[in-house]
């Protein structure tokens, strides 16, 4: 029987050499871990973004040999956006050298890793997603929903609708449905969808469509009996080509359906067809391969076939370019932490100090190539978010058109609501609350 | 972890409770010291869980021969039950909370049970189904489970026990260790009672069963009962010590069919084989996923790896199915007696 005792001892001998056999750490380097997803039901997200992200940090070390000489490095882990998958990535990728920062792309994982990246002291970016409350620098030091937290997308969404009714008064008496993908994701903004329904006097229905959402008609039929006035589509993936087809199945006006940030691609408007003709929804930033950034990755990577994406018609679209600006807002953290620290490979925690810094203004956007892609943002050691701005589009069979100028999310009528649910995970937690003055110190 | 000496062993100098113990040694004295983060956290925790979660499925499919396709959402129910007693039942320490969970497993484990009564194979294995899809549906449903939590995604709380906290990845290891040699002595025990051989009995006859005087009902009821009692503690170790954080989601069919192949390809009506087919399944696809990685990973990006890992494990799992149809146990058994037998002429 000892040979089992034997073979237990190889097992964990085994276990311990992967788990050693990890690149070697190089001077002036630093490394993004990324969970990516490349194949399920969330595939098309997940090669857009990662692709334009890596795009991005590829185009940097190309073009300019780095982040003042610091070169980027980054390897990728799939995680089919299941949570188990996420931490085993997470688990595998943490130790390598020089992490700035995790951007998992999905509410699961990132809600997994919250306690976890707080502990190693690197930071966790949610981009248009995560926790909304998380926005809160006091409570969660290291958790970045960079340019626009659920909430806000809510709120941004709320207004687009008012305005085409003509202002927020004529909300009263109004009906609004929000179908939403029954995932963390999905679920985030039940609340504050009530509240806002009940500030303005709108009358709301909620409605879950169970994940991946390839199956619709019940919800629909619903939706038909309602009879409302706007859908708001809180979709992901799949569930997205799926609603707008069944909503035309049923006779819903495609053009009073609004999509919210995670339901505003091509891979959600193409499969659809026609059905989806019309159809306007939220975004951070613009779609289209005009922008000098883009141009400029089109001009390094792609035409030396170099570049992450294997459909090169896929250049410039809703993921693509929300990889890029994800790409963007990783390396300005970056630079802004080295004008501090020194050009050097930084800490988790340096890095940190540099996202709480990340104040690119109109001008400096325009600077990076990127003016039109995305407007700003201005993220400080409480407040995460950075006060993005939105603007909506509207999809014309081929192409997103934008329909809106850049609108500002009402914060400071969701400030006061996302302090108080941080409060609250900080009294259950037992965390207390940070100052201006810890923010300020990084530790190495 | 826990190797049952099989009864048939061909060597007679080792005393069947020793490699249990050997090896129950080494987890606890060596492991703890030389494990590096990733093999707790990405490797041993869930291995351990889905071993429990296997115990406690074998108890019911492998022994009392009734098929069940609801194993994850008796993994839900413990862990949004033991969330609930831990948040709501004041002063209520840990582990009475662990076992409250895994009573409120057992008594939805009953209730959907009760089909089995009249149900027989593929007939029950679809109305366990019920219990997969009505537990997970409930549990998005009403935001009461999840207190209330915006996403419906639940944080675990700190483990500890009697003032000593389970920190850290080595702590929660040697936590679920204990939870889990504690149960499955306990199934081990059962098996081999009389209760343990009416479930075979149940399981071989029916009728025949009920002939010798075989409480037909009462054990059919208790292996559902039993089995999702050692499930839902198997939800607990993997919310509360392995993922600390919880979404329904996390407990779907796949969920289920994963425990089911665990035993079916660990081995049928064996404790050993739950720990066996966890390690397969826990190990391989990793395994495979960071060999591919290795070899392969400038070449294809991670998407392309990760199907044709699919295939191989797939792969895999029909060979060994084909190559021993009873499960790894059986296989192990065989390489043990002929190791013995060489032994035994030199």
């Known amino acids: 029987m000892t040979i089992f005792n034997k073979l237990k001892v190889a097992a964990i001998a085994a276990g311990l050499s992967l788990a050693i056999a990890l690149p070697a750490a190089h001077a002036d380097e630093q490394y993004f871990p990324l969970q990516s997803y490349r194949v399920g039901p969330y595939a098309a997200g997940g090669t857009g973004f990662f692709g334009g992200f890596i795009d991005y940090l590829n185009l940097i070390n190309t073009r300019d040999g780095g982040v003042n000489g610091v070169k980027l490095t980054w390897s990728e882990g799939e995680t089919q956006y299941e949570v188990e998958r996420g931490v085993e990535v997470y688990e595998r990728l943490k130790n390598n050298p020089g992490v700035a920062a995790w951007n998992p792309l999905s509410v699961g994982i990132a809600y997994a890793m919250i306690d976890r990246i707080t502990q190693d002291k690197v930071p966790l970016i949610t981009i248009n997603h995560g926790r909304t409350d998380s926005t809160d620098g006091r409570v969660f030091p290291y958790v970045f929903p960079l340019l626009l937290n659920p909430y806000s997308e809510t709120s941004g969404i709320v207004n687009y609708i008012a305005s085409k009714e003509g202002g927020l008064e004529n909300l009263k008496g109004k009906k609004l449905v929000v179908l939403y993908h029954g995932s963390p994701y999905g679920k985030e903004t039940i609340p504050i969808y009530e509240l806002l329904a009940k500030k303005y006097g709108f009358e709301l229905q909620q409605i879950e469509v169970p994940h991946p959402g390839n199956e619709q008609q019940a919800q629909w039929l619903t939706i038909r009996r309602a009879k409302p006035d706007y859908v708001v589509l809180r979709g992901w993936g799949v569930m997205n080509p799926v609603a707008l087809k069944s909503a035309a199945k049923v006779g819903f006006p495609v053009d009073h359906i609004v999509g919210n940030v995670w339901s505003n691609s091509e891979e959600d408007a193409i499969p659809a067809g026609e059905a989806?003709?019309?159809?306007?929804?939220?975004?951070?930033?613009?779609?289209?391969?005009?922008?000098?950034?883009?141009?400029?990755?089109?001009?390094?990577?792609?035409?030396?076939?170099?570049?992450?994406?294997?459909?090169?018609?896929?250049?410039?679209?809703?993921?693509?370019?929300?990889?890029?600006?994800?790409?963007?807002?990783?390396?300005?953290?970056?630079?802004?932490?080295?004008e501090k620290f020194g050009k050097r490979t930084l800490t988790g925690d340096e890095v940190r100090w540099g996202f709480e810094h990340l104040q690119l203004d109109p001008a400096r956007v325009e600077a990076l190539g990127a003016k039109g892609l995305f407007h700003s943002i201005n993220v400080t050691w409480d407040n995460h978010e950075g006060n993005g701005y939105v603007t909506f589009q509207q999809w014309d069979g081929k192409k997103w058109n934008v329909v809106s100028d850049w609108i500002a999310p009402d914060w400071t009528l969701l400030r006061p609501i996302i302090e108080k649910s941080a409060e609250a995970y900080a009294a259950e937690k037992g965390i207390k609350l940070r100052t201006s003055e810890q923010a300020e110190a990084a530790t190495n | 972890m826990t190797a049952i000496a099989s009864e048939f062993s061909s060597s007679h100098r080792i005393p069947g409770w020793l490699p249990p113990v050997l090896l129950l040694g080494v987890a606890y004295l060596i492991v703890p010291f030389i494990g590096t983060s990733y093999l707790f956290e990405a490797i041993l925790l869930p291995f351990l869980a889905l071993s429990l979660a296997g115990v406690g499925l074998n108890i019911l499919t492998g022994y009392a021969g009734q098929v069940s396709l609801g194993s994850a959402a008796f993994l839900a129910v413990g862990a949004f039950a033991a969330y609930n007693f831990n948040l709501r039942v004041e002063g209520l320490p840990l582990i009475g909370s662990i076992i409250l969970a895994g009573l409120a497993a057992a008594a939805i484990g009953i209730v959907f049970g009760l089909p089995s009564l009249r149900l027989k194979g593929f007939y029950l294995a679809v109305s366990t189904l019920a219990a997969q899809f009505f537990v997970q549906w409930a549990l998005t449903k009403f935001s009461w489970f999840s207190n209330d939590s915006a996403s419906g995604v639940i944080d675990a709380p700190a483990l500890s026990i009697a003032g000593i906290a389970f920190n850290g990845a080595v702590g929660r290891y040697l936590f679920s260790l204990t939870v889990v040699t504690l149960l499955t002595f306990l199934a081990y025990r059962l098996v081999s009672s009389q209760s343990g051989r009416n479930f075979i009995a149940v399981r071989d006859n029916e009728t025949a069963a009920r002939i010798i005087g075989v409480p037909v009902l009462k054990t059919k009821l208790l292996a559902f009962a039993i089995s999702s009692f050692i499930i839902g503690v198997a939800g607990v170790l993997w919310a509360f010590a392995y993922l600390r954080t919880v979404e329904p989601a996390g407990f779907n069919l796949d969920r289920s069919f994963q425990i089911l192949f665990i035993i079916i390809i660990g081995g049928l009506a064996s404790i050993r084989g739950a720990f066996f087919g966890a390690a397969l399944l826990v190990i391989l696809p990793l395994a495979l996923s960071r060999l591919g990685s290795f070899l392969l990973g400038d070449v294809f990006n991670s998407g392309v790896l990760d199907m044709s890992q699919r295939i191989v494990l797939g792969a895999l799992i029909i060979l060994f199915l084909i190559l021993e149809p009873d499960g790894l146990v059986s296989l192990w058994d065989r390489i043990r007696k002929r190791s013995a037998a060489v032994f035994g002429r030199m």
């Open chain 1, 276 to 338: 989806a003709k019309g159809y306007t929804a939220i975004t951070t930033q613009a779609s289209g391969a005009e922008y000098p950034v883009v141009k400029e990755i089109i001009k390094t990577l792609y035409d030396n076939g170099k570049g992450n994406l294997e459909d090169k018609s896929r250049i410039g679209s809703v993921y693509h370019n929300l990889g890029i600006v994800n790409g963007i807002l990783n390396v300005e953290a970056i630079r802004i932490a080295q």
